[in-house]
């Protein structure tokens, strides 16, 4: 039986907006649903875990809660987020939905394109981008409800790579949204709630469902099975960085790419991986995973490089019958130059 896709949720929101709340009572009221969380906060904001933790859902053990520390998760891609989803889908109880919580800082654009890795895409889609914001705040004039010190940790964060002003950062959040969570609604009134509604309105071309919340209330049922497959519409919610880098040219920069390079015996591995290092980061290689075939080992050589960090080890022994030799998986951006990486692979033997 072909093994269905499993929906993704991706939670952004500035810090304060609720996002911690909303997911909360989603898994106190699942409904049964076994939800896998993945959250992204970084330095002392790491605490979400352990509310999350006690938070007493049955259909969320604390298994099911992965932590992601090594900073923006928009910004280590390929070093953290897609190990971590790798792992996740190979258990063997497979969740029936990811909940994904970004950082308050985070650009939801990079990772949702994410979900196109050739790894990924065949078993996860983006159900679709929830933004919670906090209404009371936009109707004071701000973005987040300590405007200051979500300022401060941006400047302070050393693994941002992006440095986008506060105004941007939240416009981004919302064009990249499938549905906007104006939380915290009860604080104001009726005309200063529209004024929200007009105020997020305003700071995205594309028009999400907006729906109103208090305390971060909103049924597991309007949260999940939104059925957007938003990795596919990745063109249409550009962030401000992209569109700056654009110059008006096309191109997708967000479609991965990956191959096999197939190759004999490799006689000096430590030479071998080292000189693989140069053709990685000659020819923009994201990731590079396999095995080769050492003479004289009865164990096959597992390979397995993220950007130019390239780790191996003696992982098995070839099985009686299998066809010992070497054998590559290259992943890269689809512009990659496919003929250059394969020869200068092979000239790295």
Not at 156 to 185: G, M, R, W, Y
Not at 191 to 199: N, T
Not at 220 to 235: F, K, P, Q, S, W
Not at 302 to 317: K, M, W
Request: hydrophobic content about 45%; aromatic content about 4%.
């Amino acid at each position: 039986m072909l093994q269905q896709k499993i929906p993704t949720t991706v939670i952004t929101g500035f810090l304060g907006a609720g996002k911690t709340t909303l997911i909360r009572n989603l898994l106190q009221n699942a409904g049964g649903k076994r939800i896998a969380l993945i959250i992204n906060e970084f330095g002392d904001l790491g605490v979400d875990g352990d509310v999350l933790k006690g938070c007493g859902a049955e259909a969320c053990t604390e298994d099911d809660i992965i932590e992601l520390t090594n900073g923006c998760i928009c910004c280590t891609v390929a070093d953290d987020f897609i190990p971590t989803m790798t792992k996740l889908l190979e258990r063997e109880n497979r969740p029936d939905h990811i909940v994904i919580e970004t950082s308050g800082l985070a650009l939801p654009q990079p990772l949702i394109a994410a979900f196109n890795w050739p790894e990924i895409k065949t078993q996860v889609t983006v159900d679709g981008v929830v933004t919670v914001v906090d209404s009371a705040a936009v109707a004071a004039g701000r973005f987040a409800d300590d405007h200051d010190k979500v300022d401060a940790l941006r400047v302070e964060d050393d693994n941002l790579d992006h440095e986008s002003p506060l105004e941007e950062l939240f416009e981004d959040q919302l064009t990249a949204a499938d549905l906007i969570v104006l939380n915290k609604a009860d604080l104001i009134d009726a005309s200063g709630l529209q004024a929200v509604r007009d105020e997020v309105a305003s700071r995205t071309a594309r028009k999400p469902s907006m729906i109103e919340a208090r305390n971060g209330e909103v049924a597991a049922a309007v949260l999940l099975g939104l059925g957007v497959g938003t990795e596919d519409d990745i063109a249409n919610r550009k962030s401000h960085h992209e569109l700056e880098h654009e110059n008006g040219e096309e191109h997708d920069h967000d479609e991965f790419d990956s191959f096999v390079v197939e190759l004999g015996a490799i006689a000096d591995p430590a030479a071998f991986t080292e000189r693989l290092k140069g053709v990685i980061a000659e020819h923009d290689v994201l990731r590079l995973k396999g095995f080769a075939d050492v003479p004289g080992k009865p164990l096959r050589l597992l390979i397995q490089a993220v950007g130019s960090r390239i780790d191996t080890y003696f992982e098995r022994a070839w099985a009686p019958g299998e066809t010992r030799g070497t054998r590559l998986v290259v992943i890269g951006l689809h512009d990659m130059d496919e003929a250059a990486v394969r020869a200068a692979i092979a000239a790295a033997v």
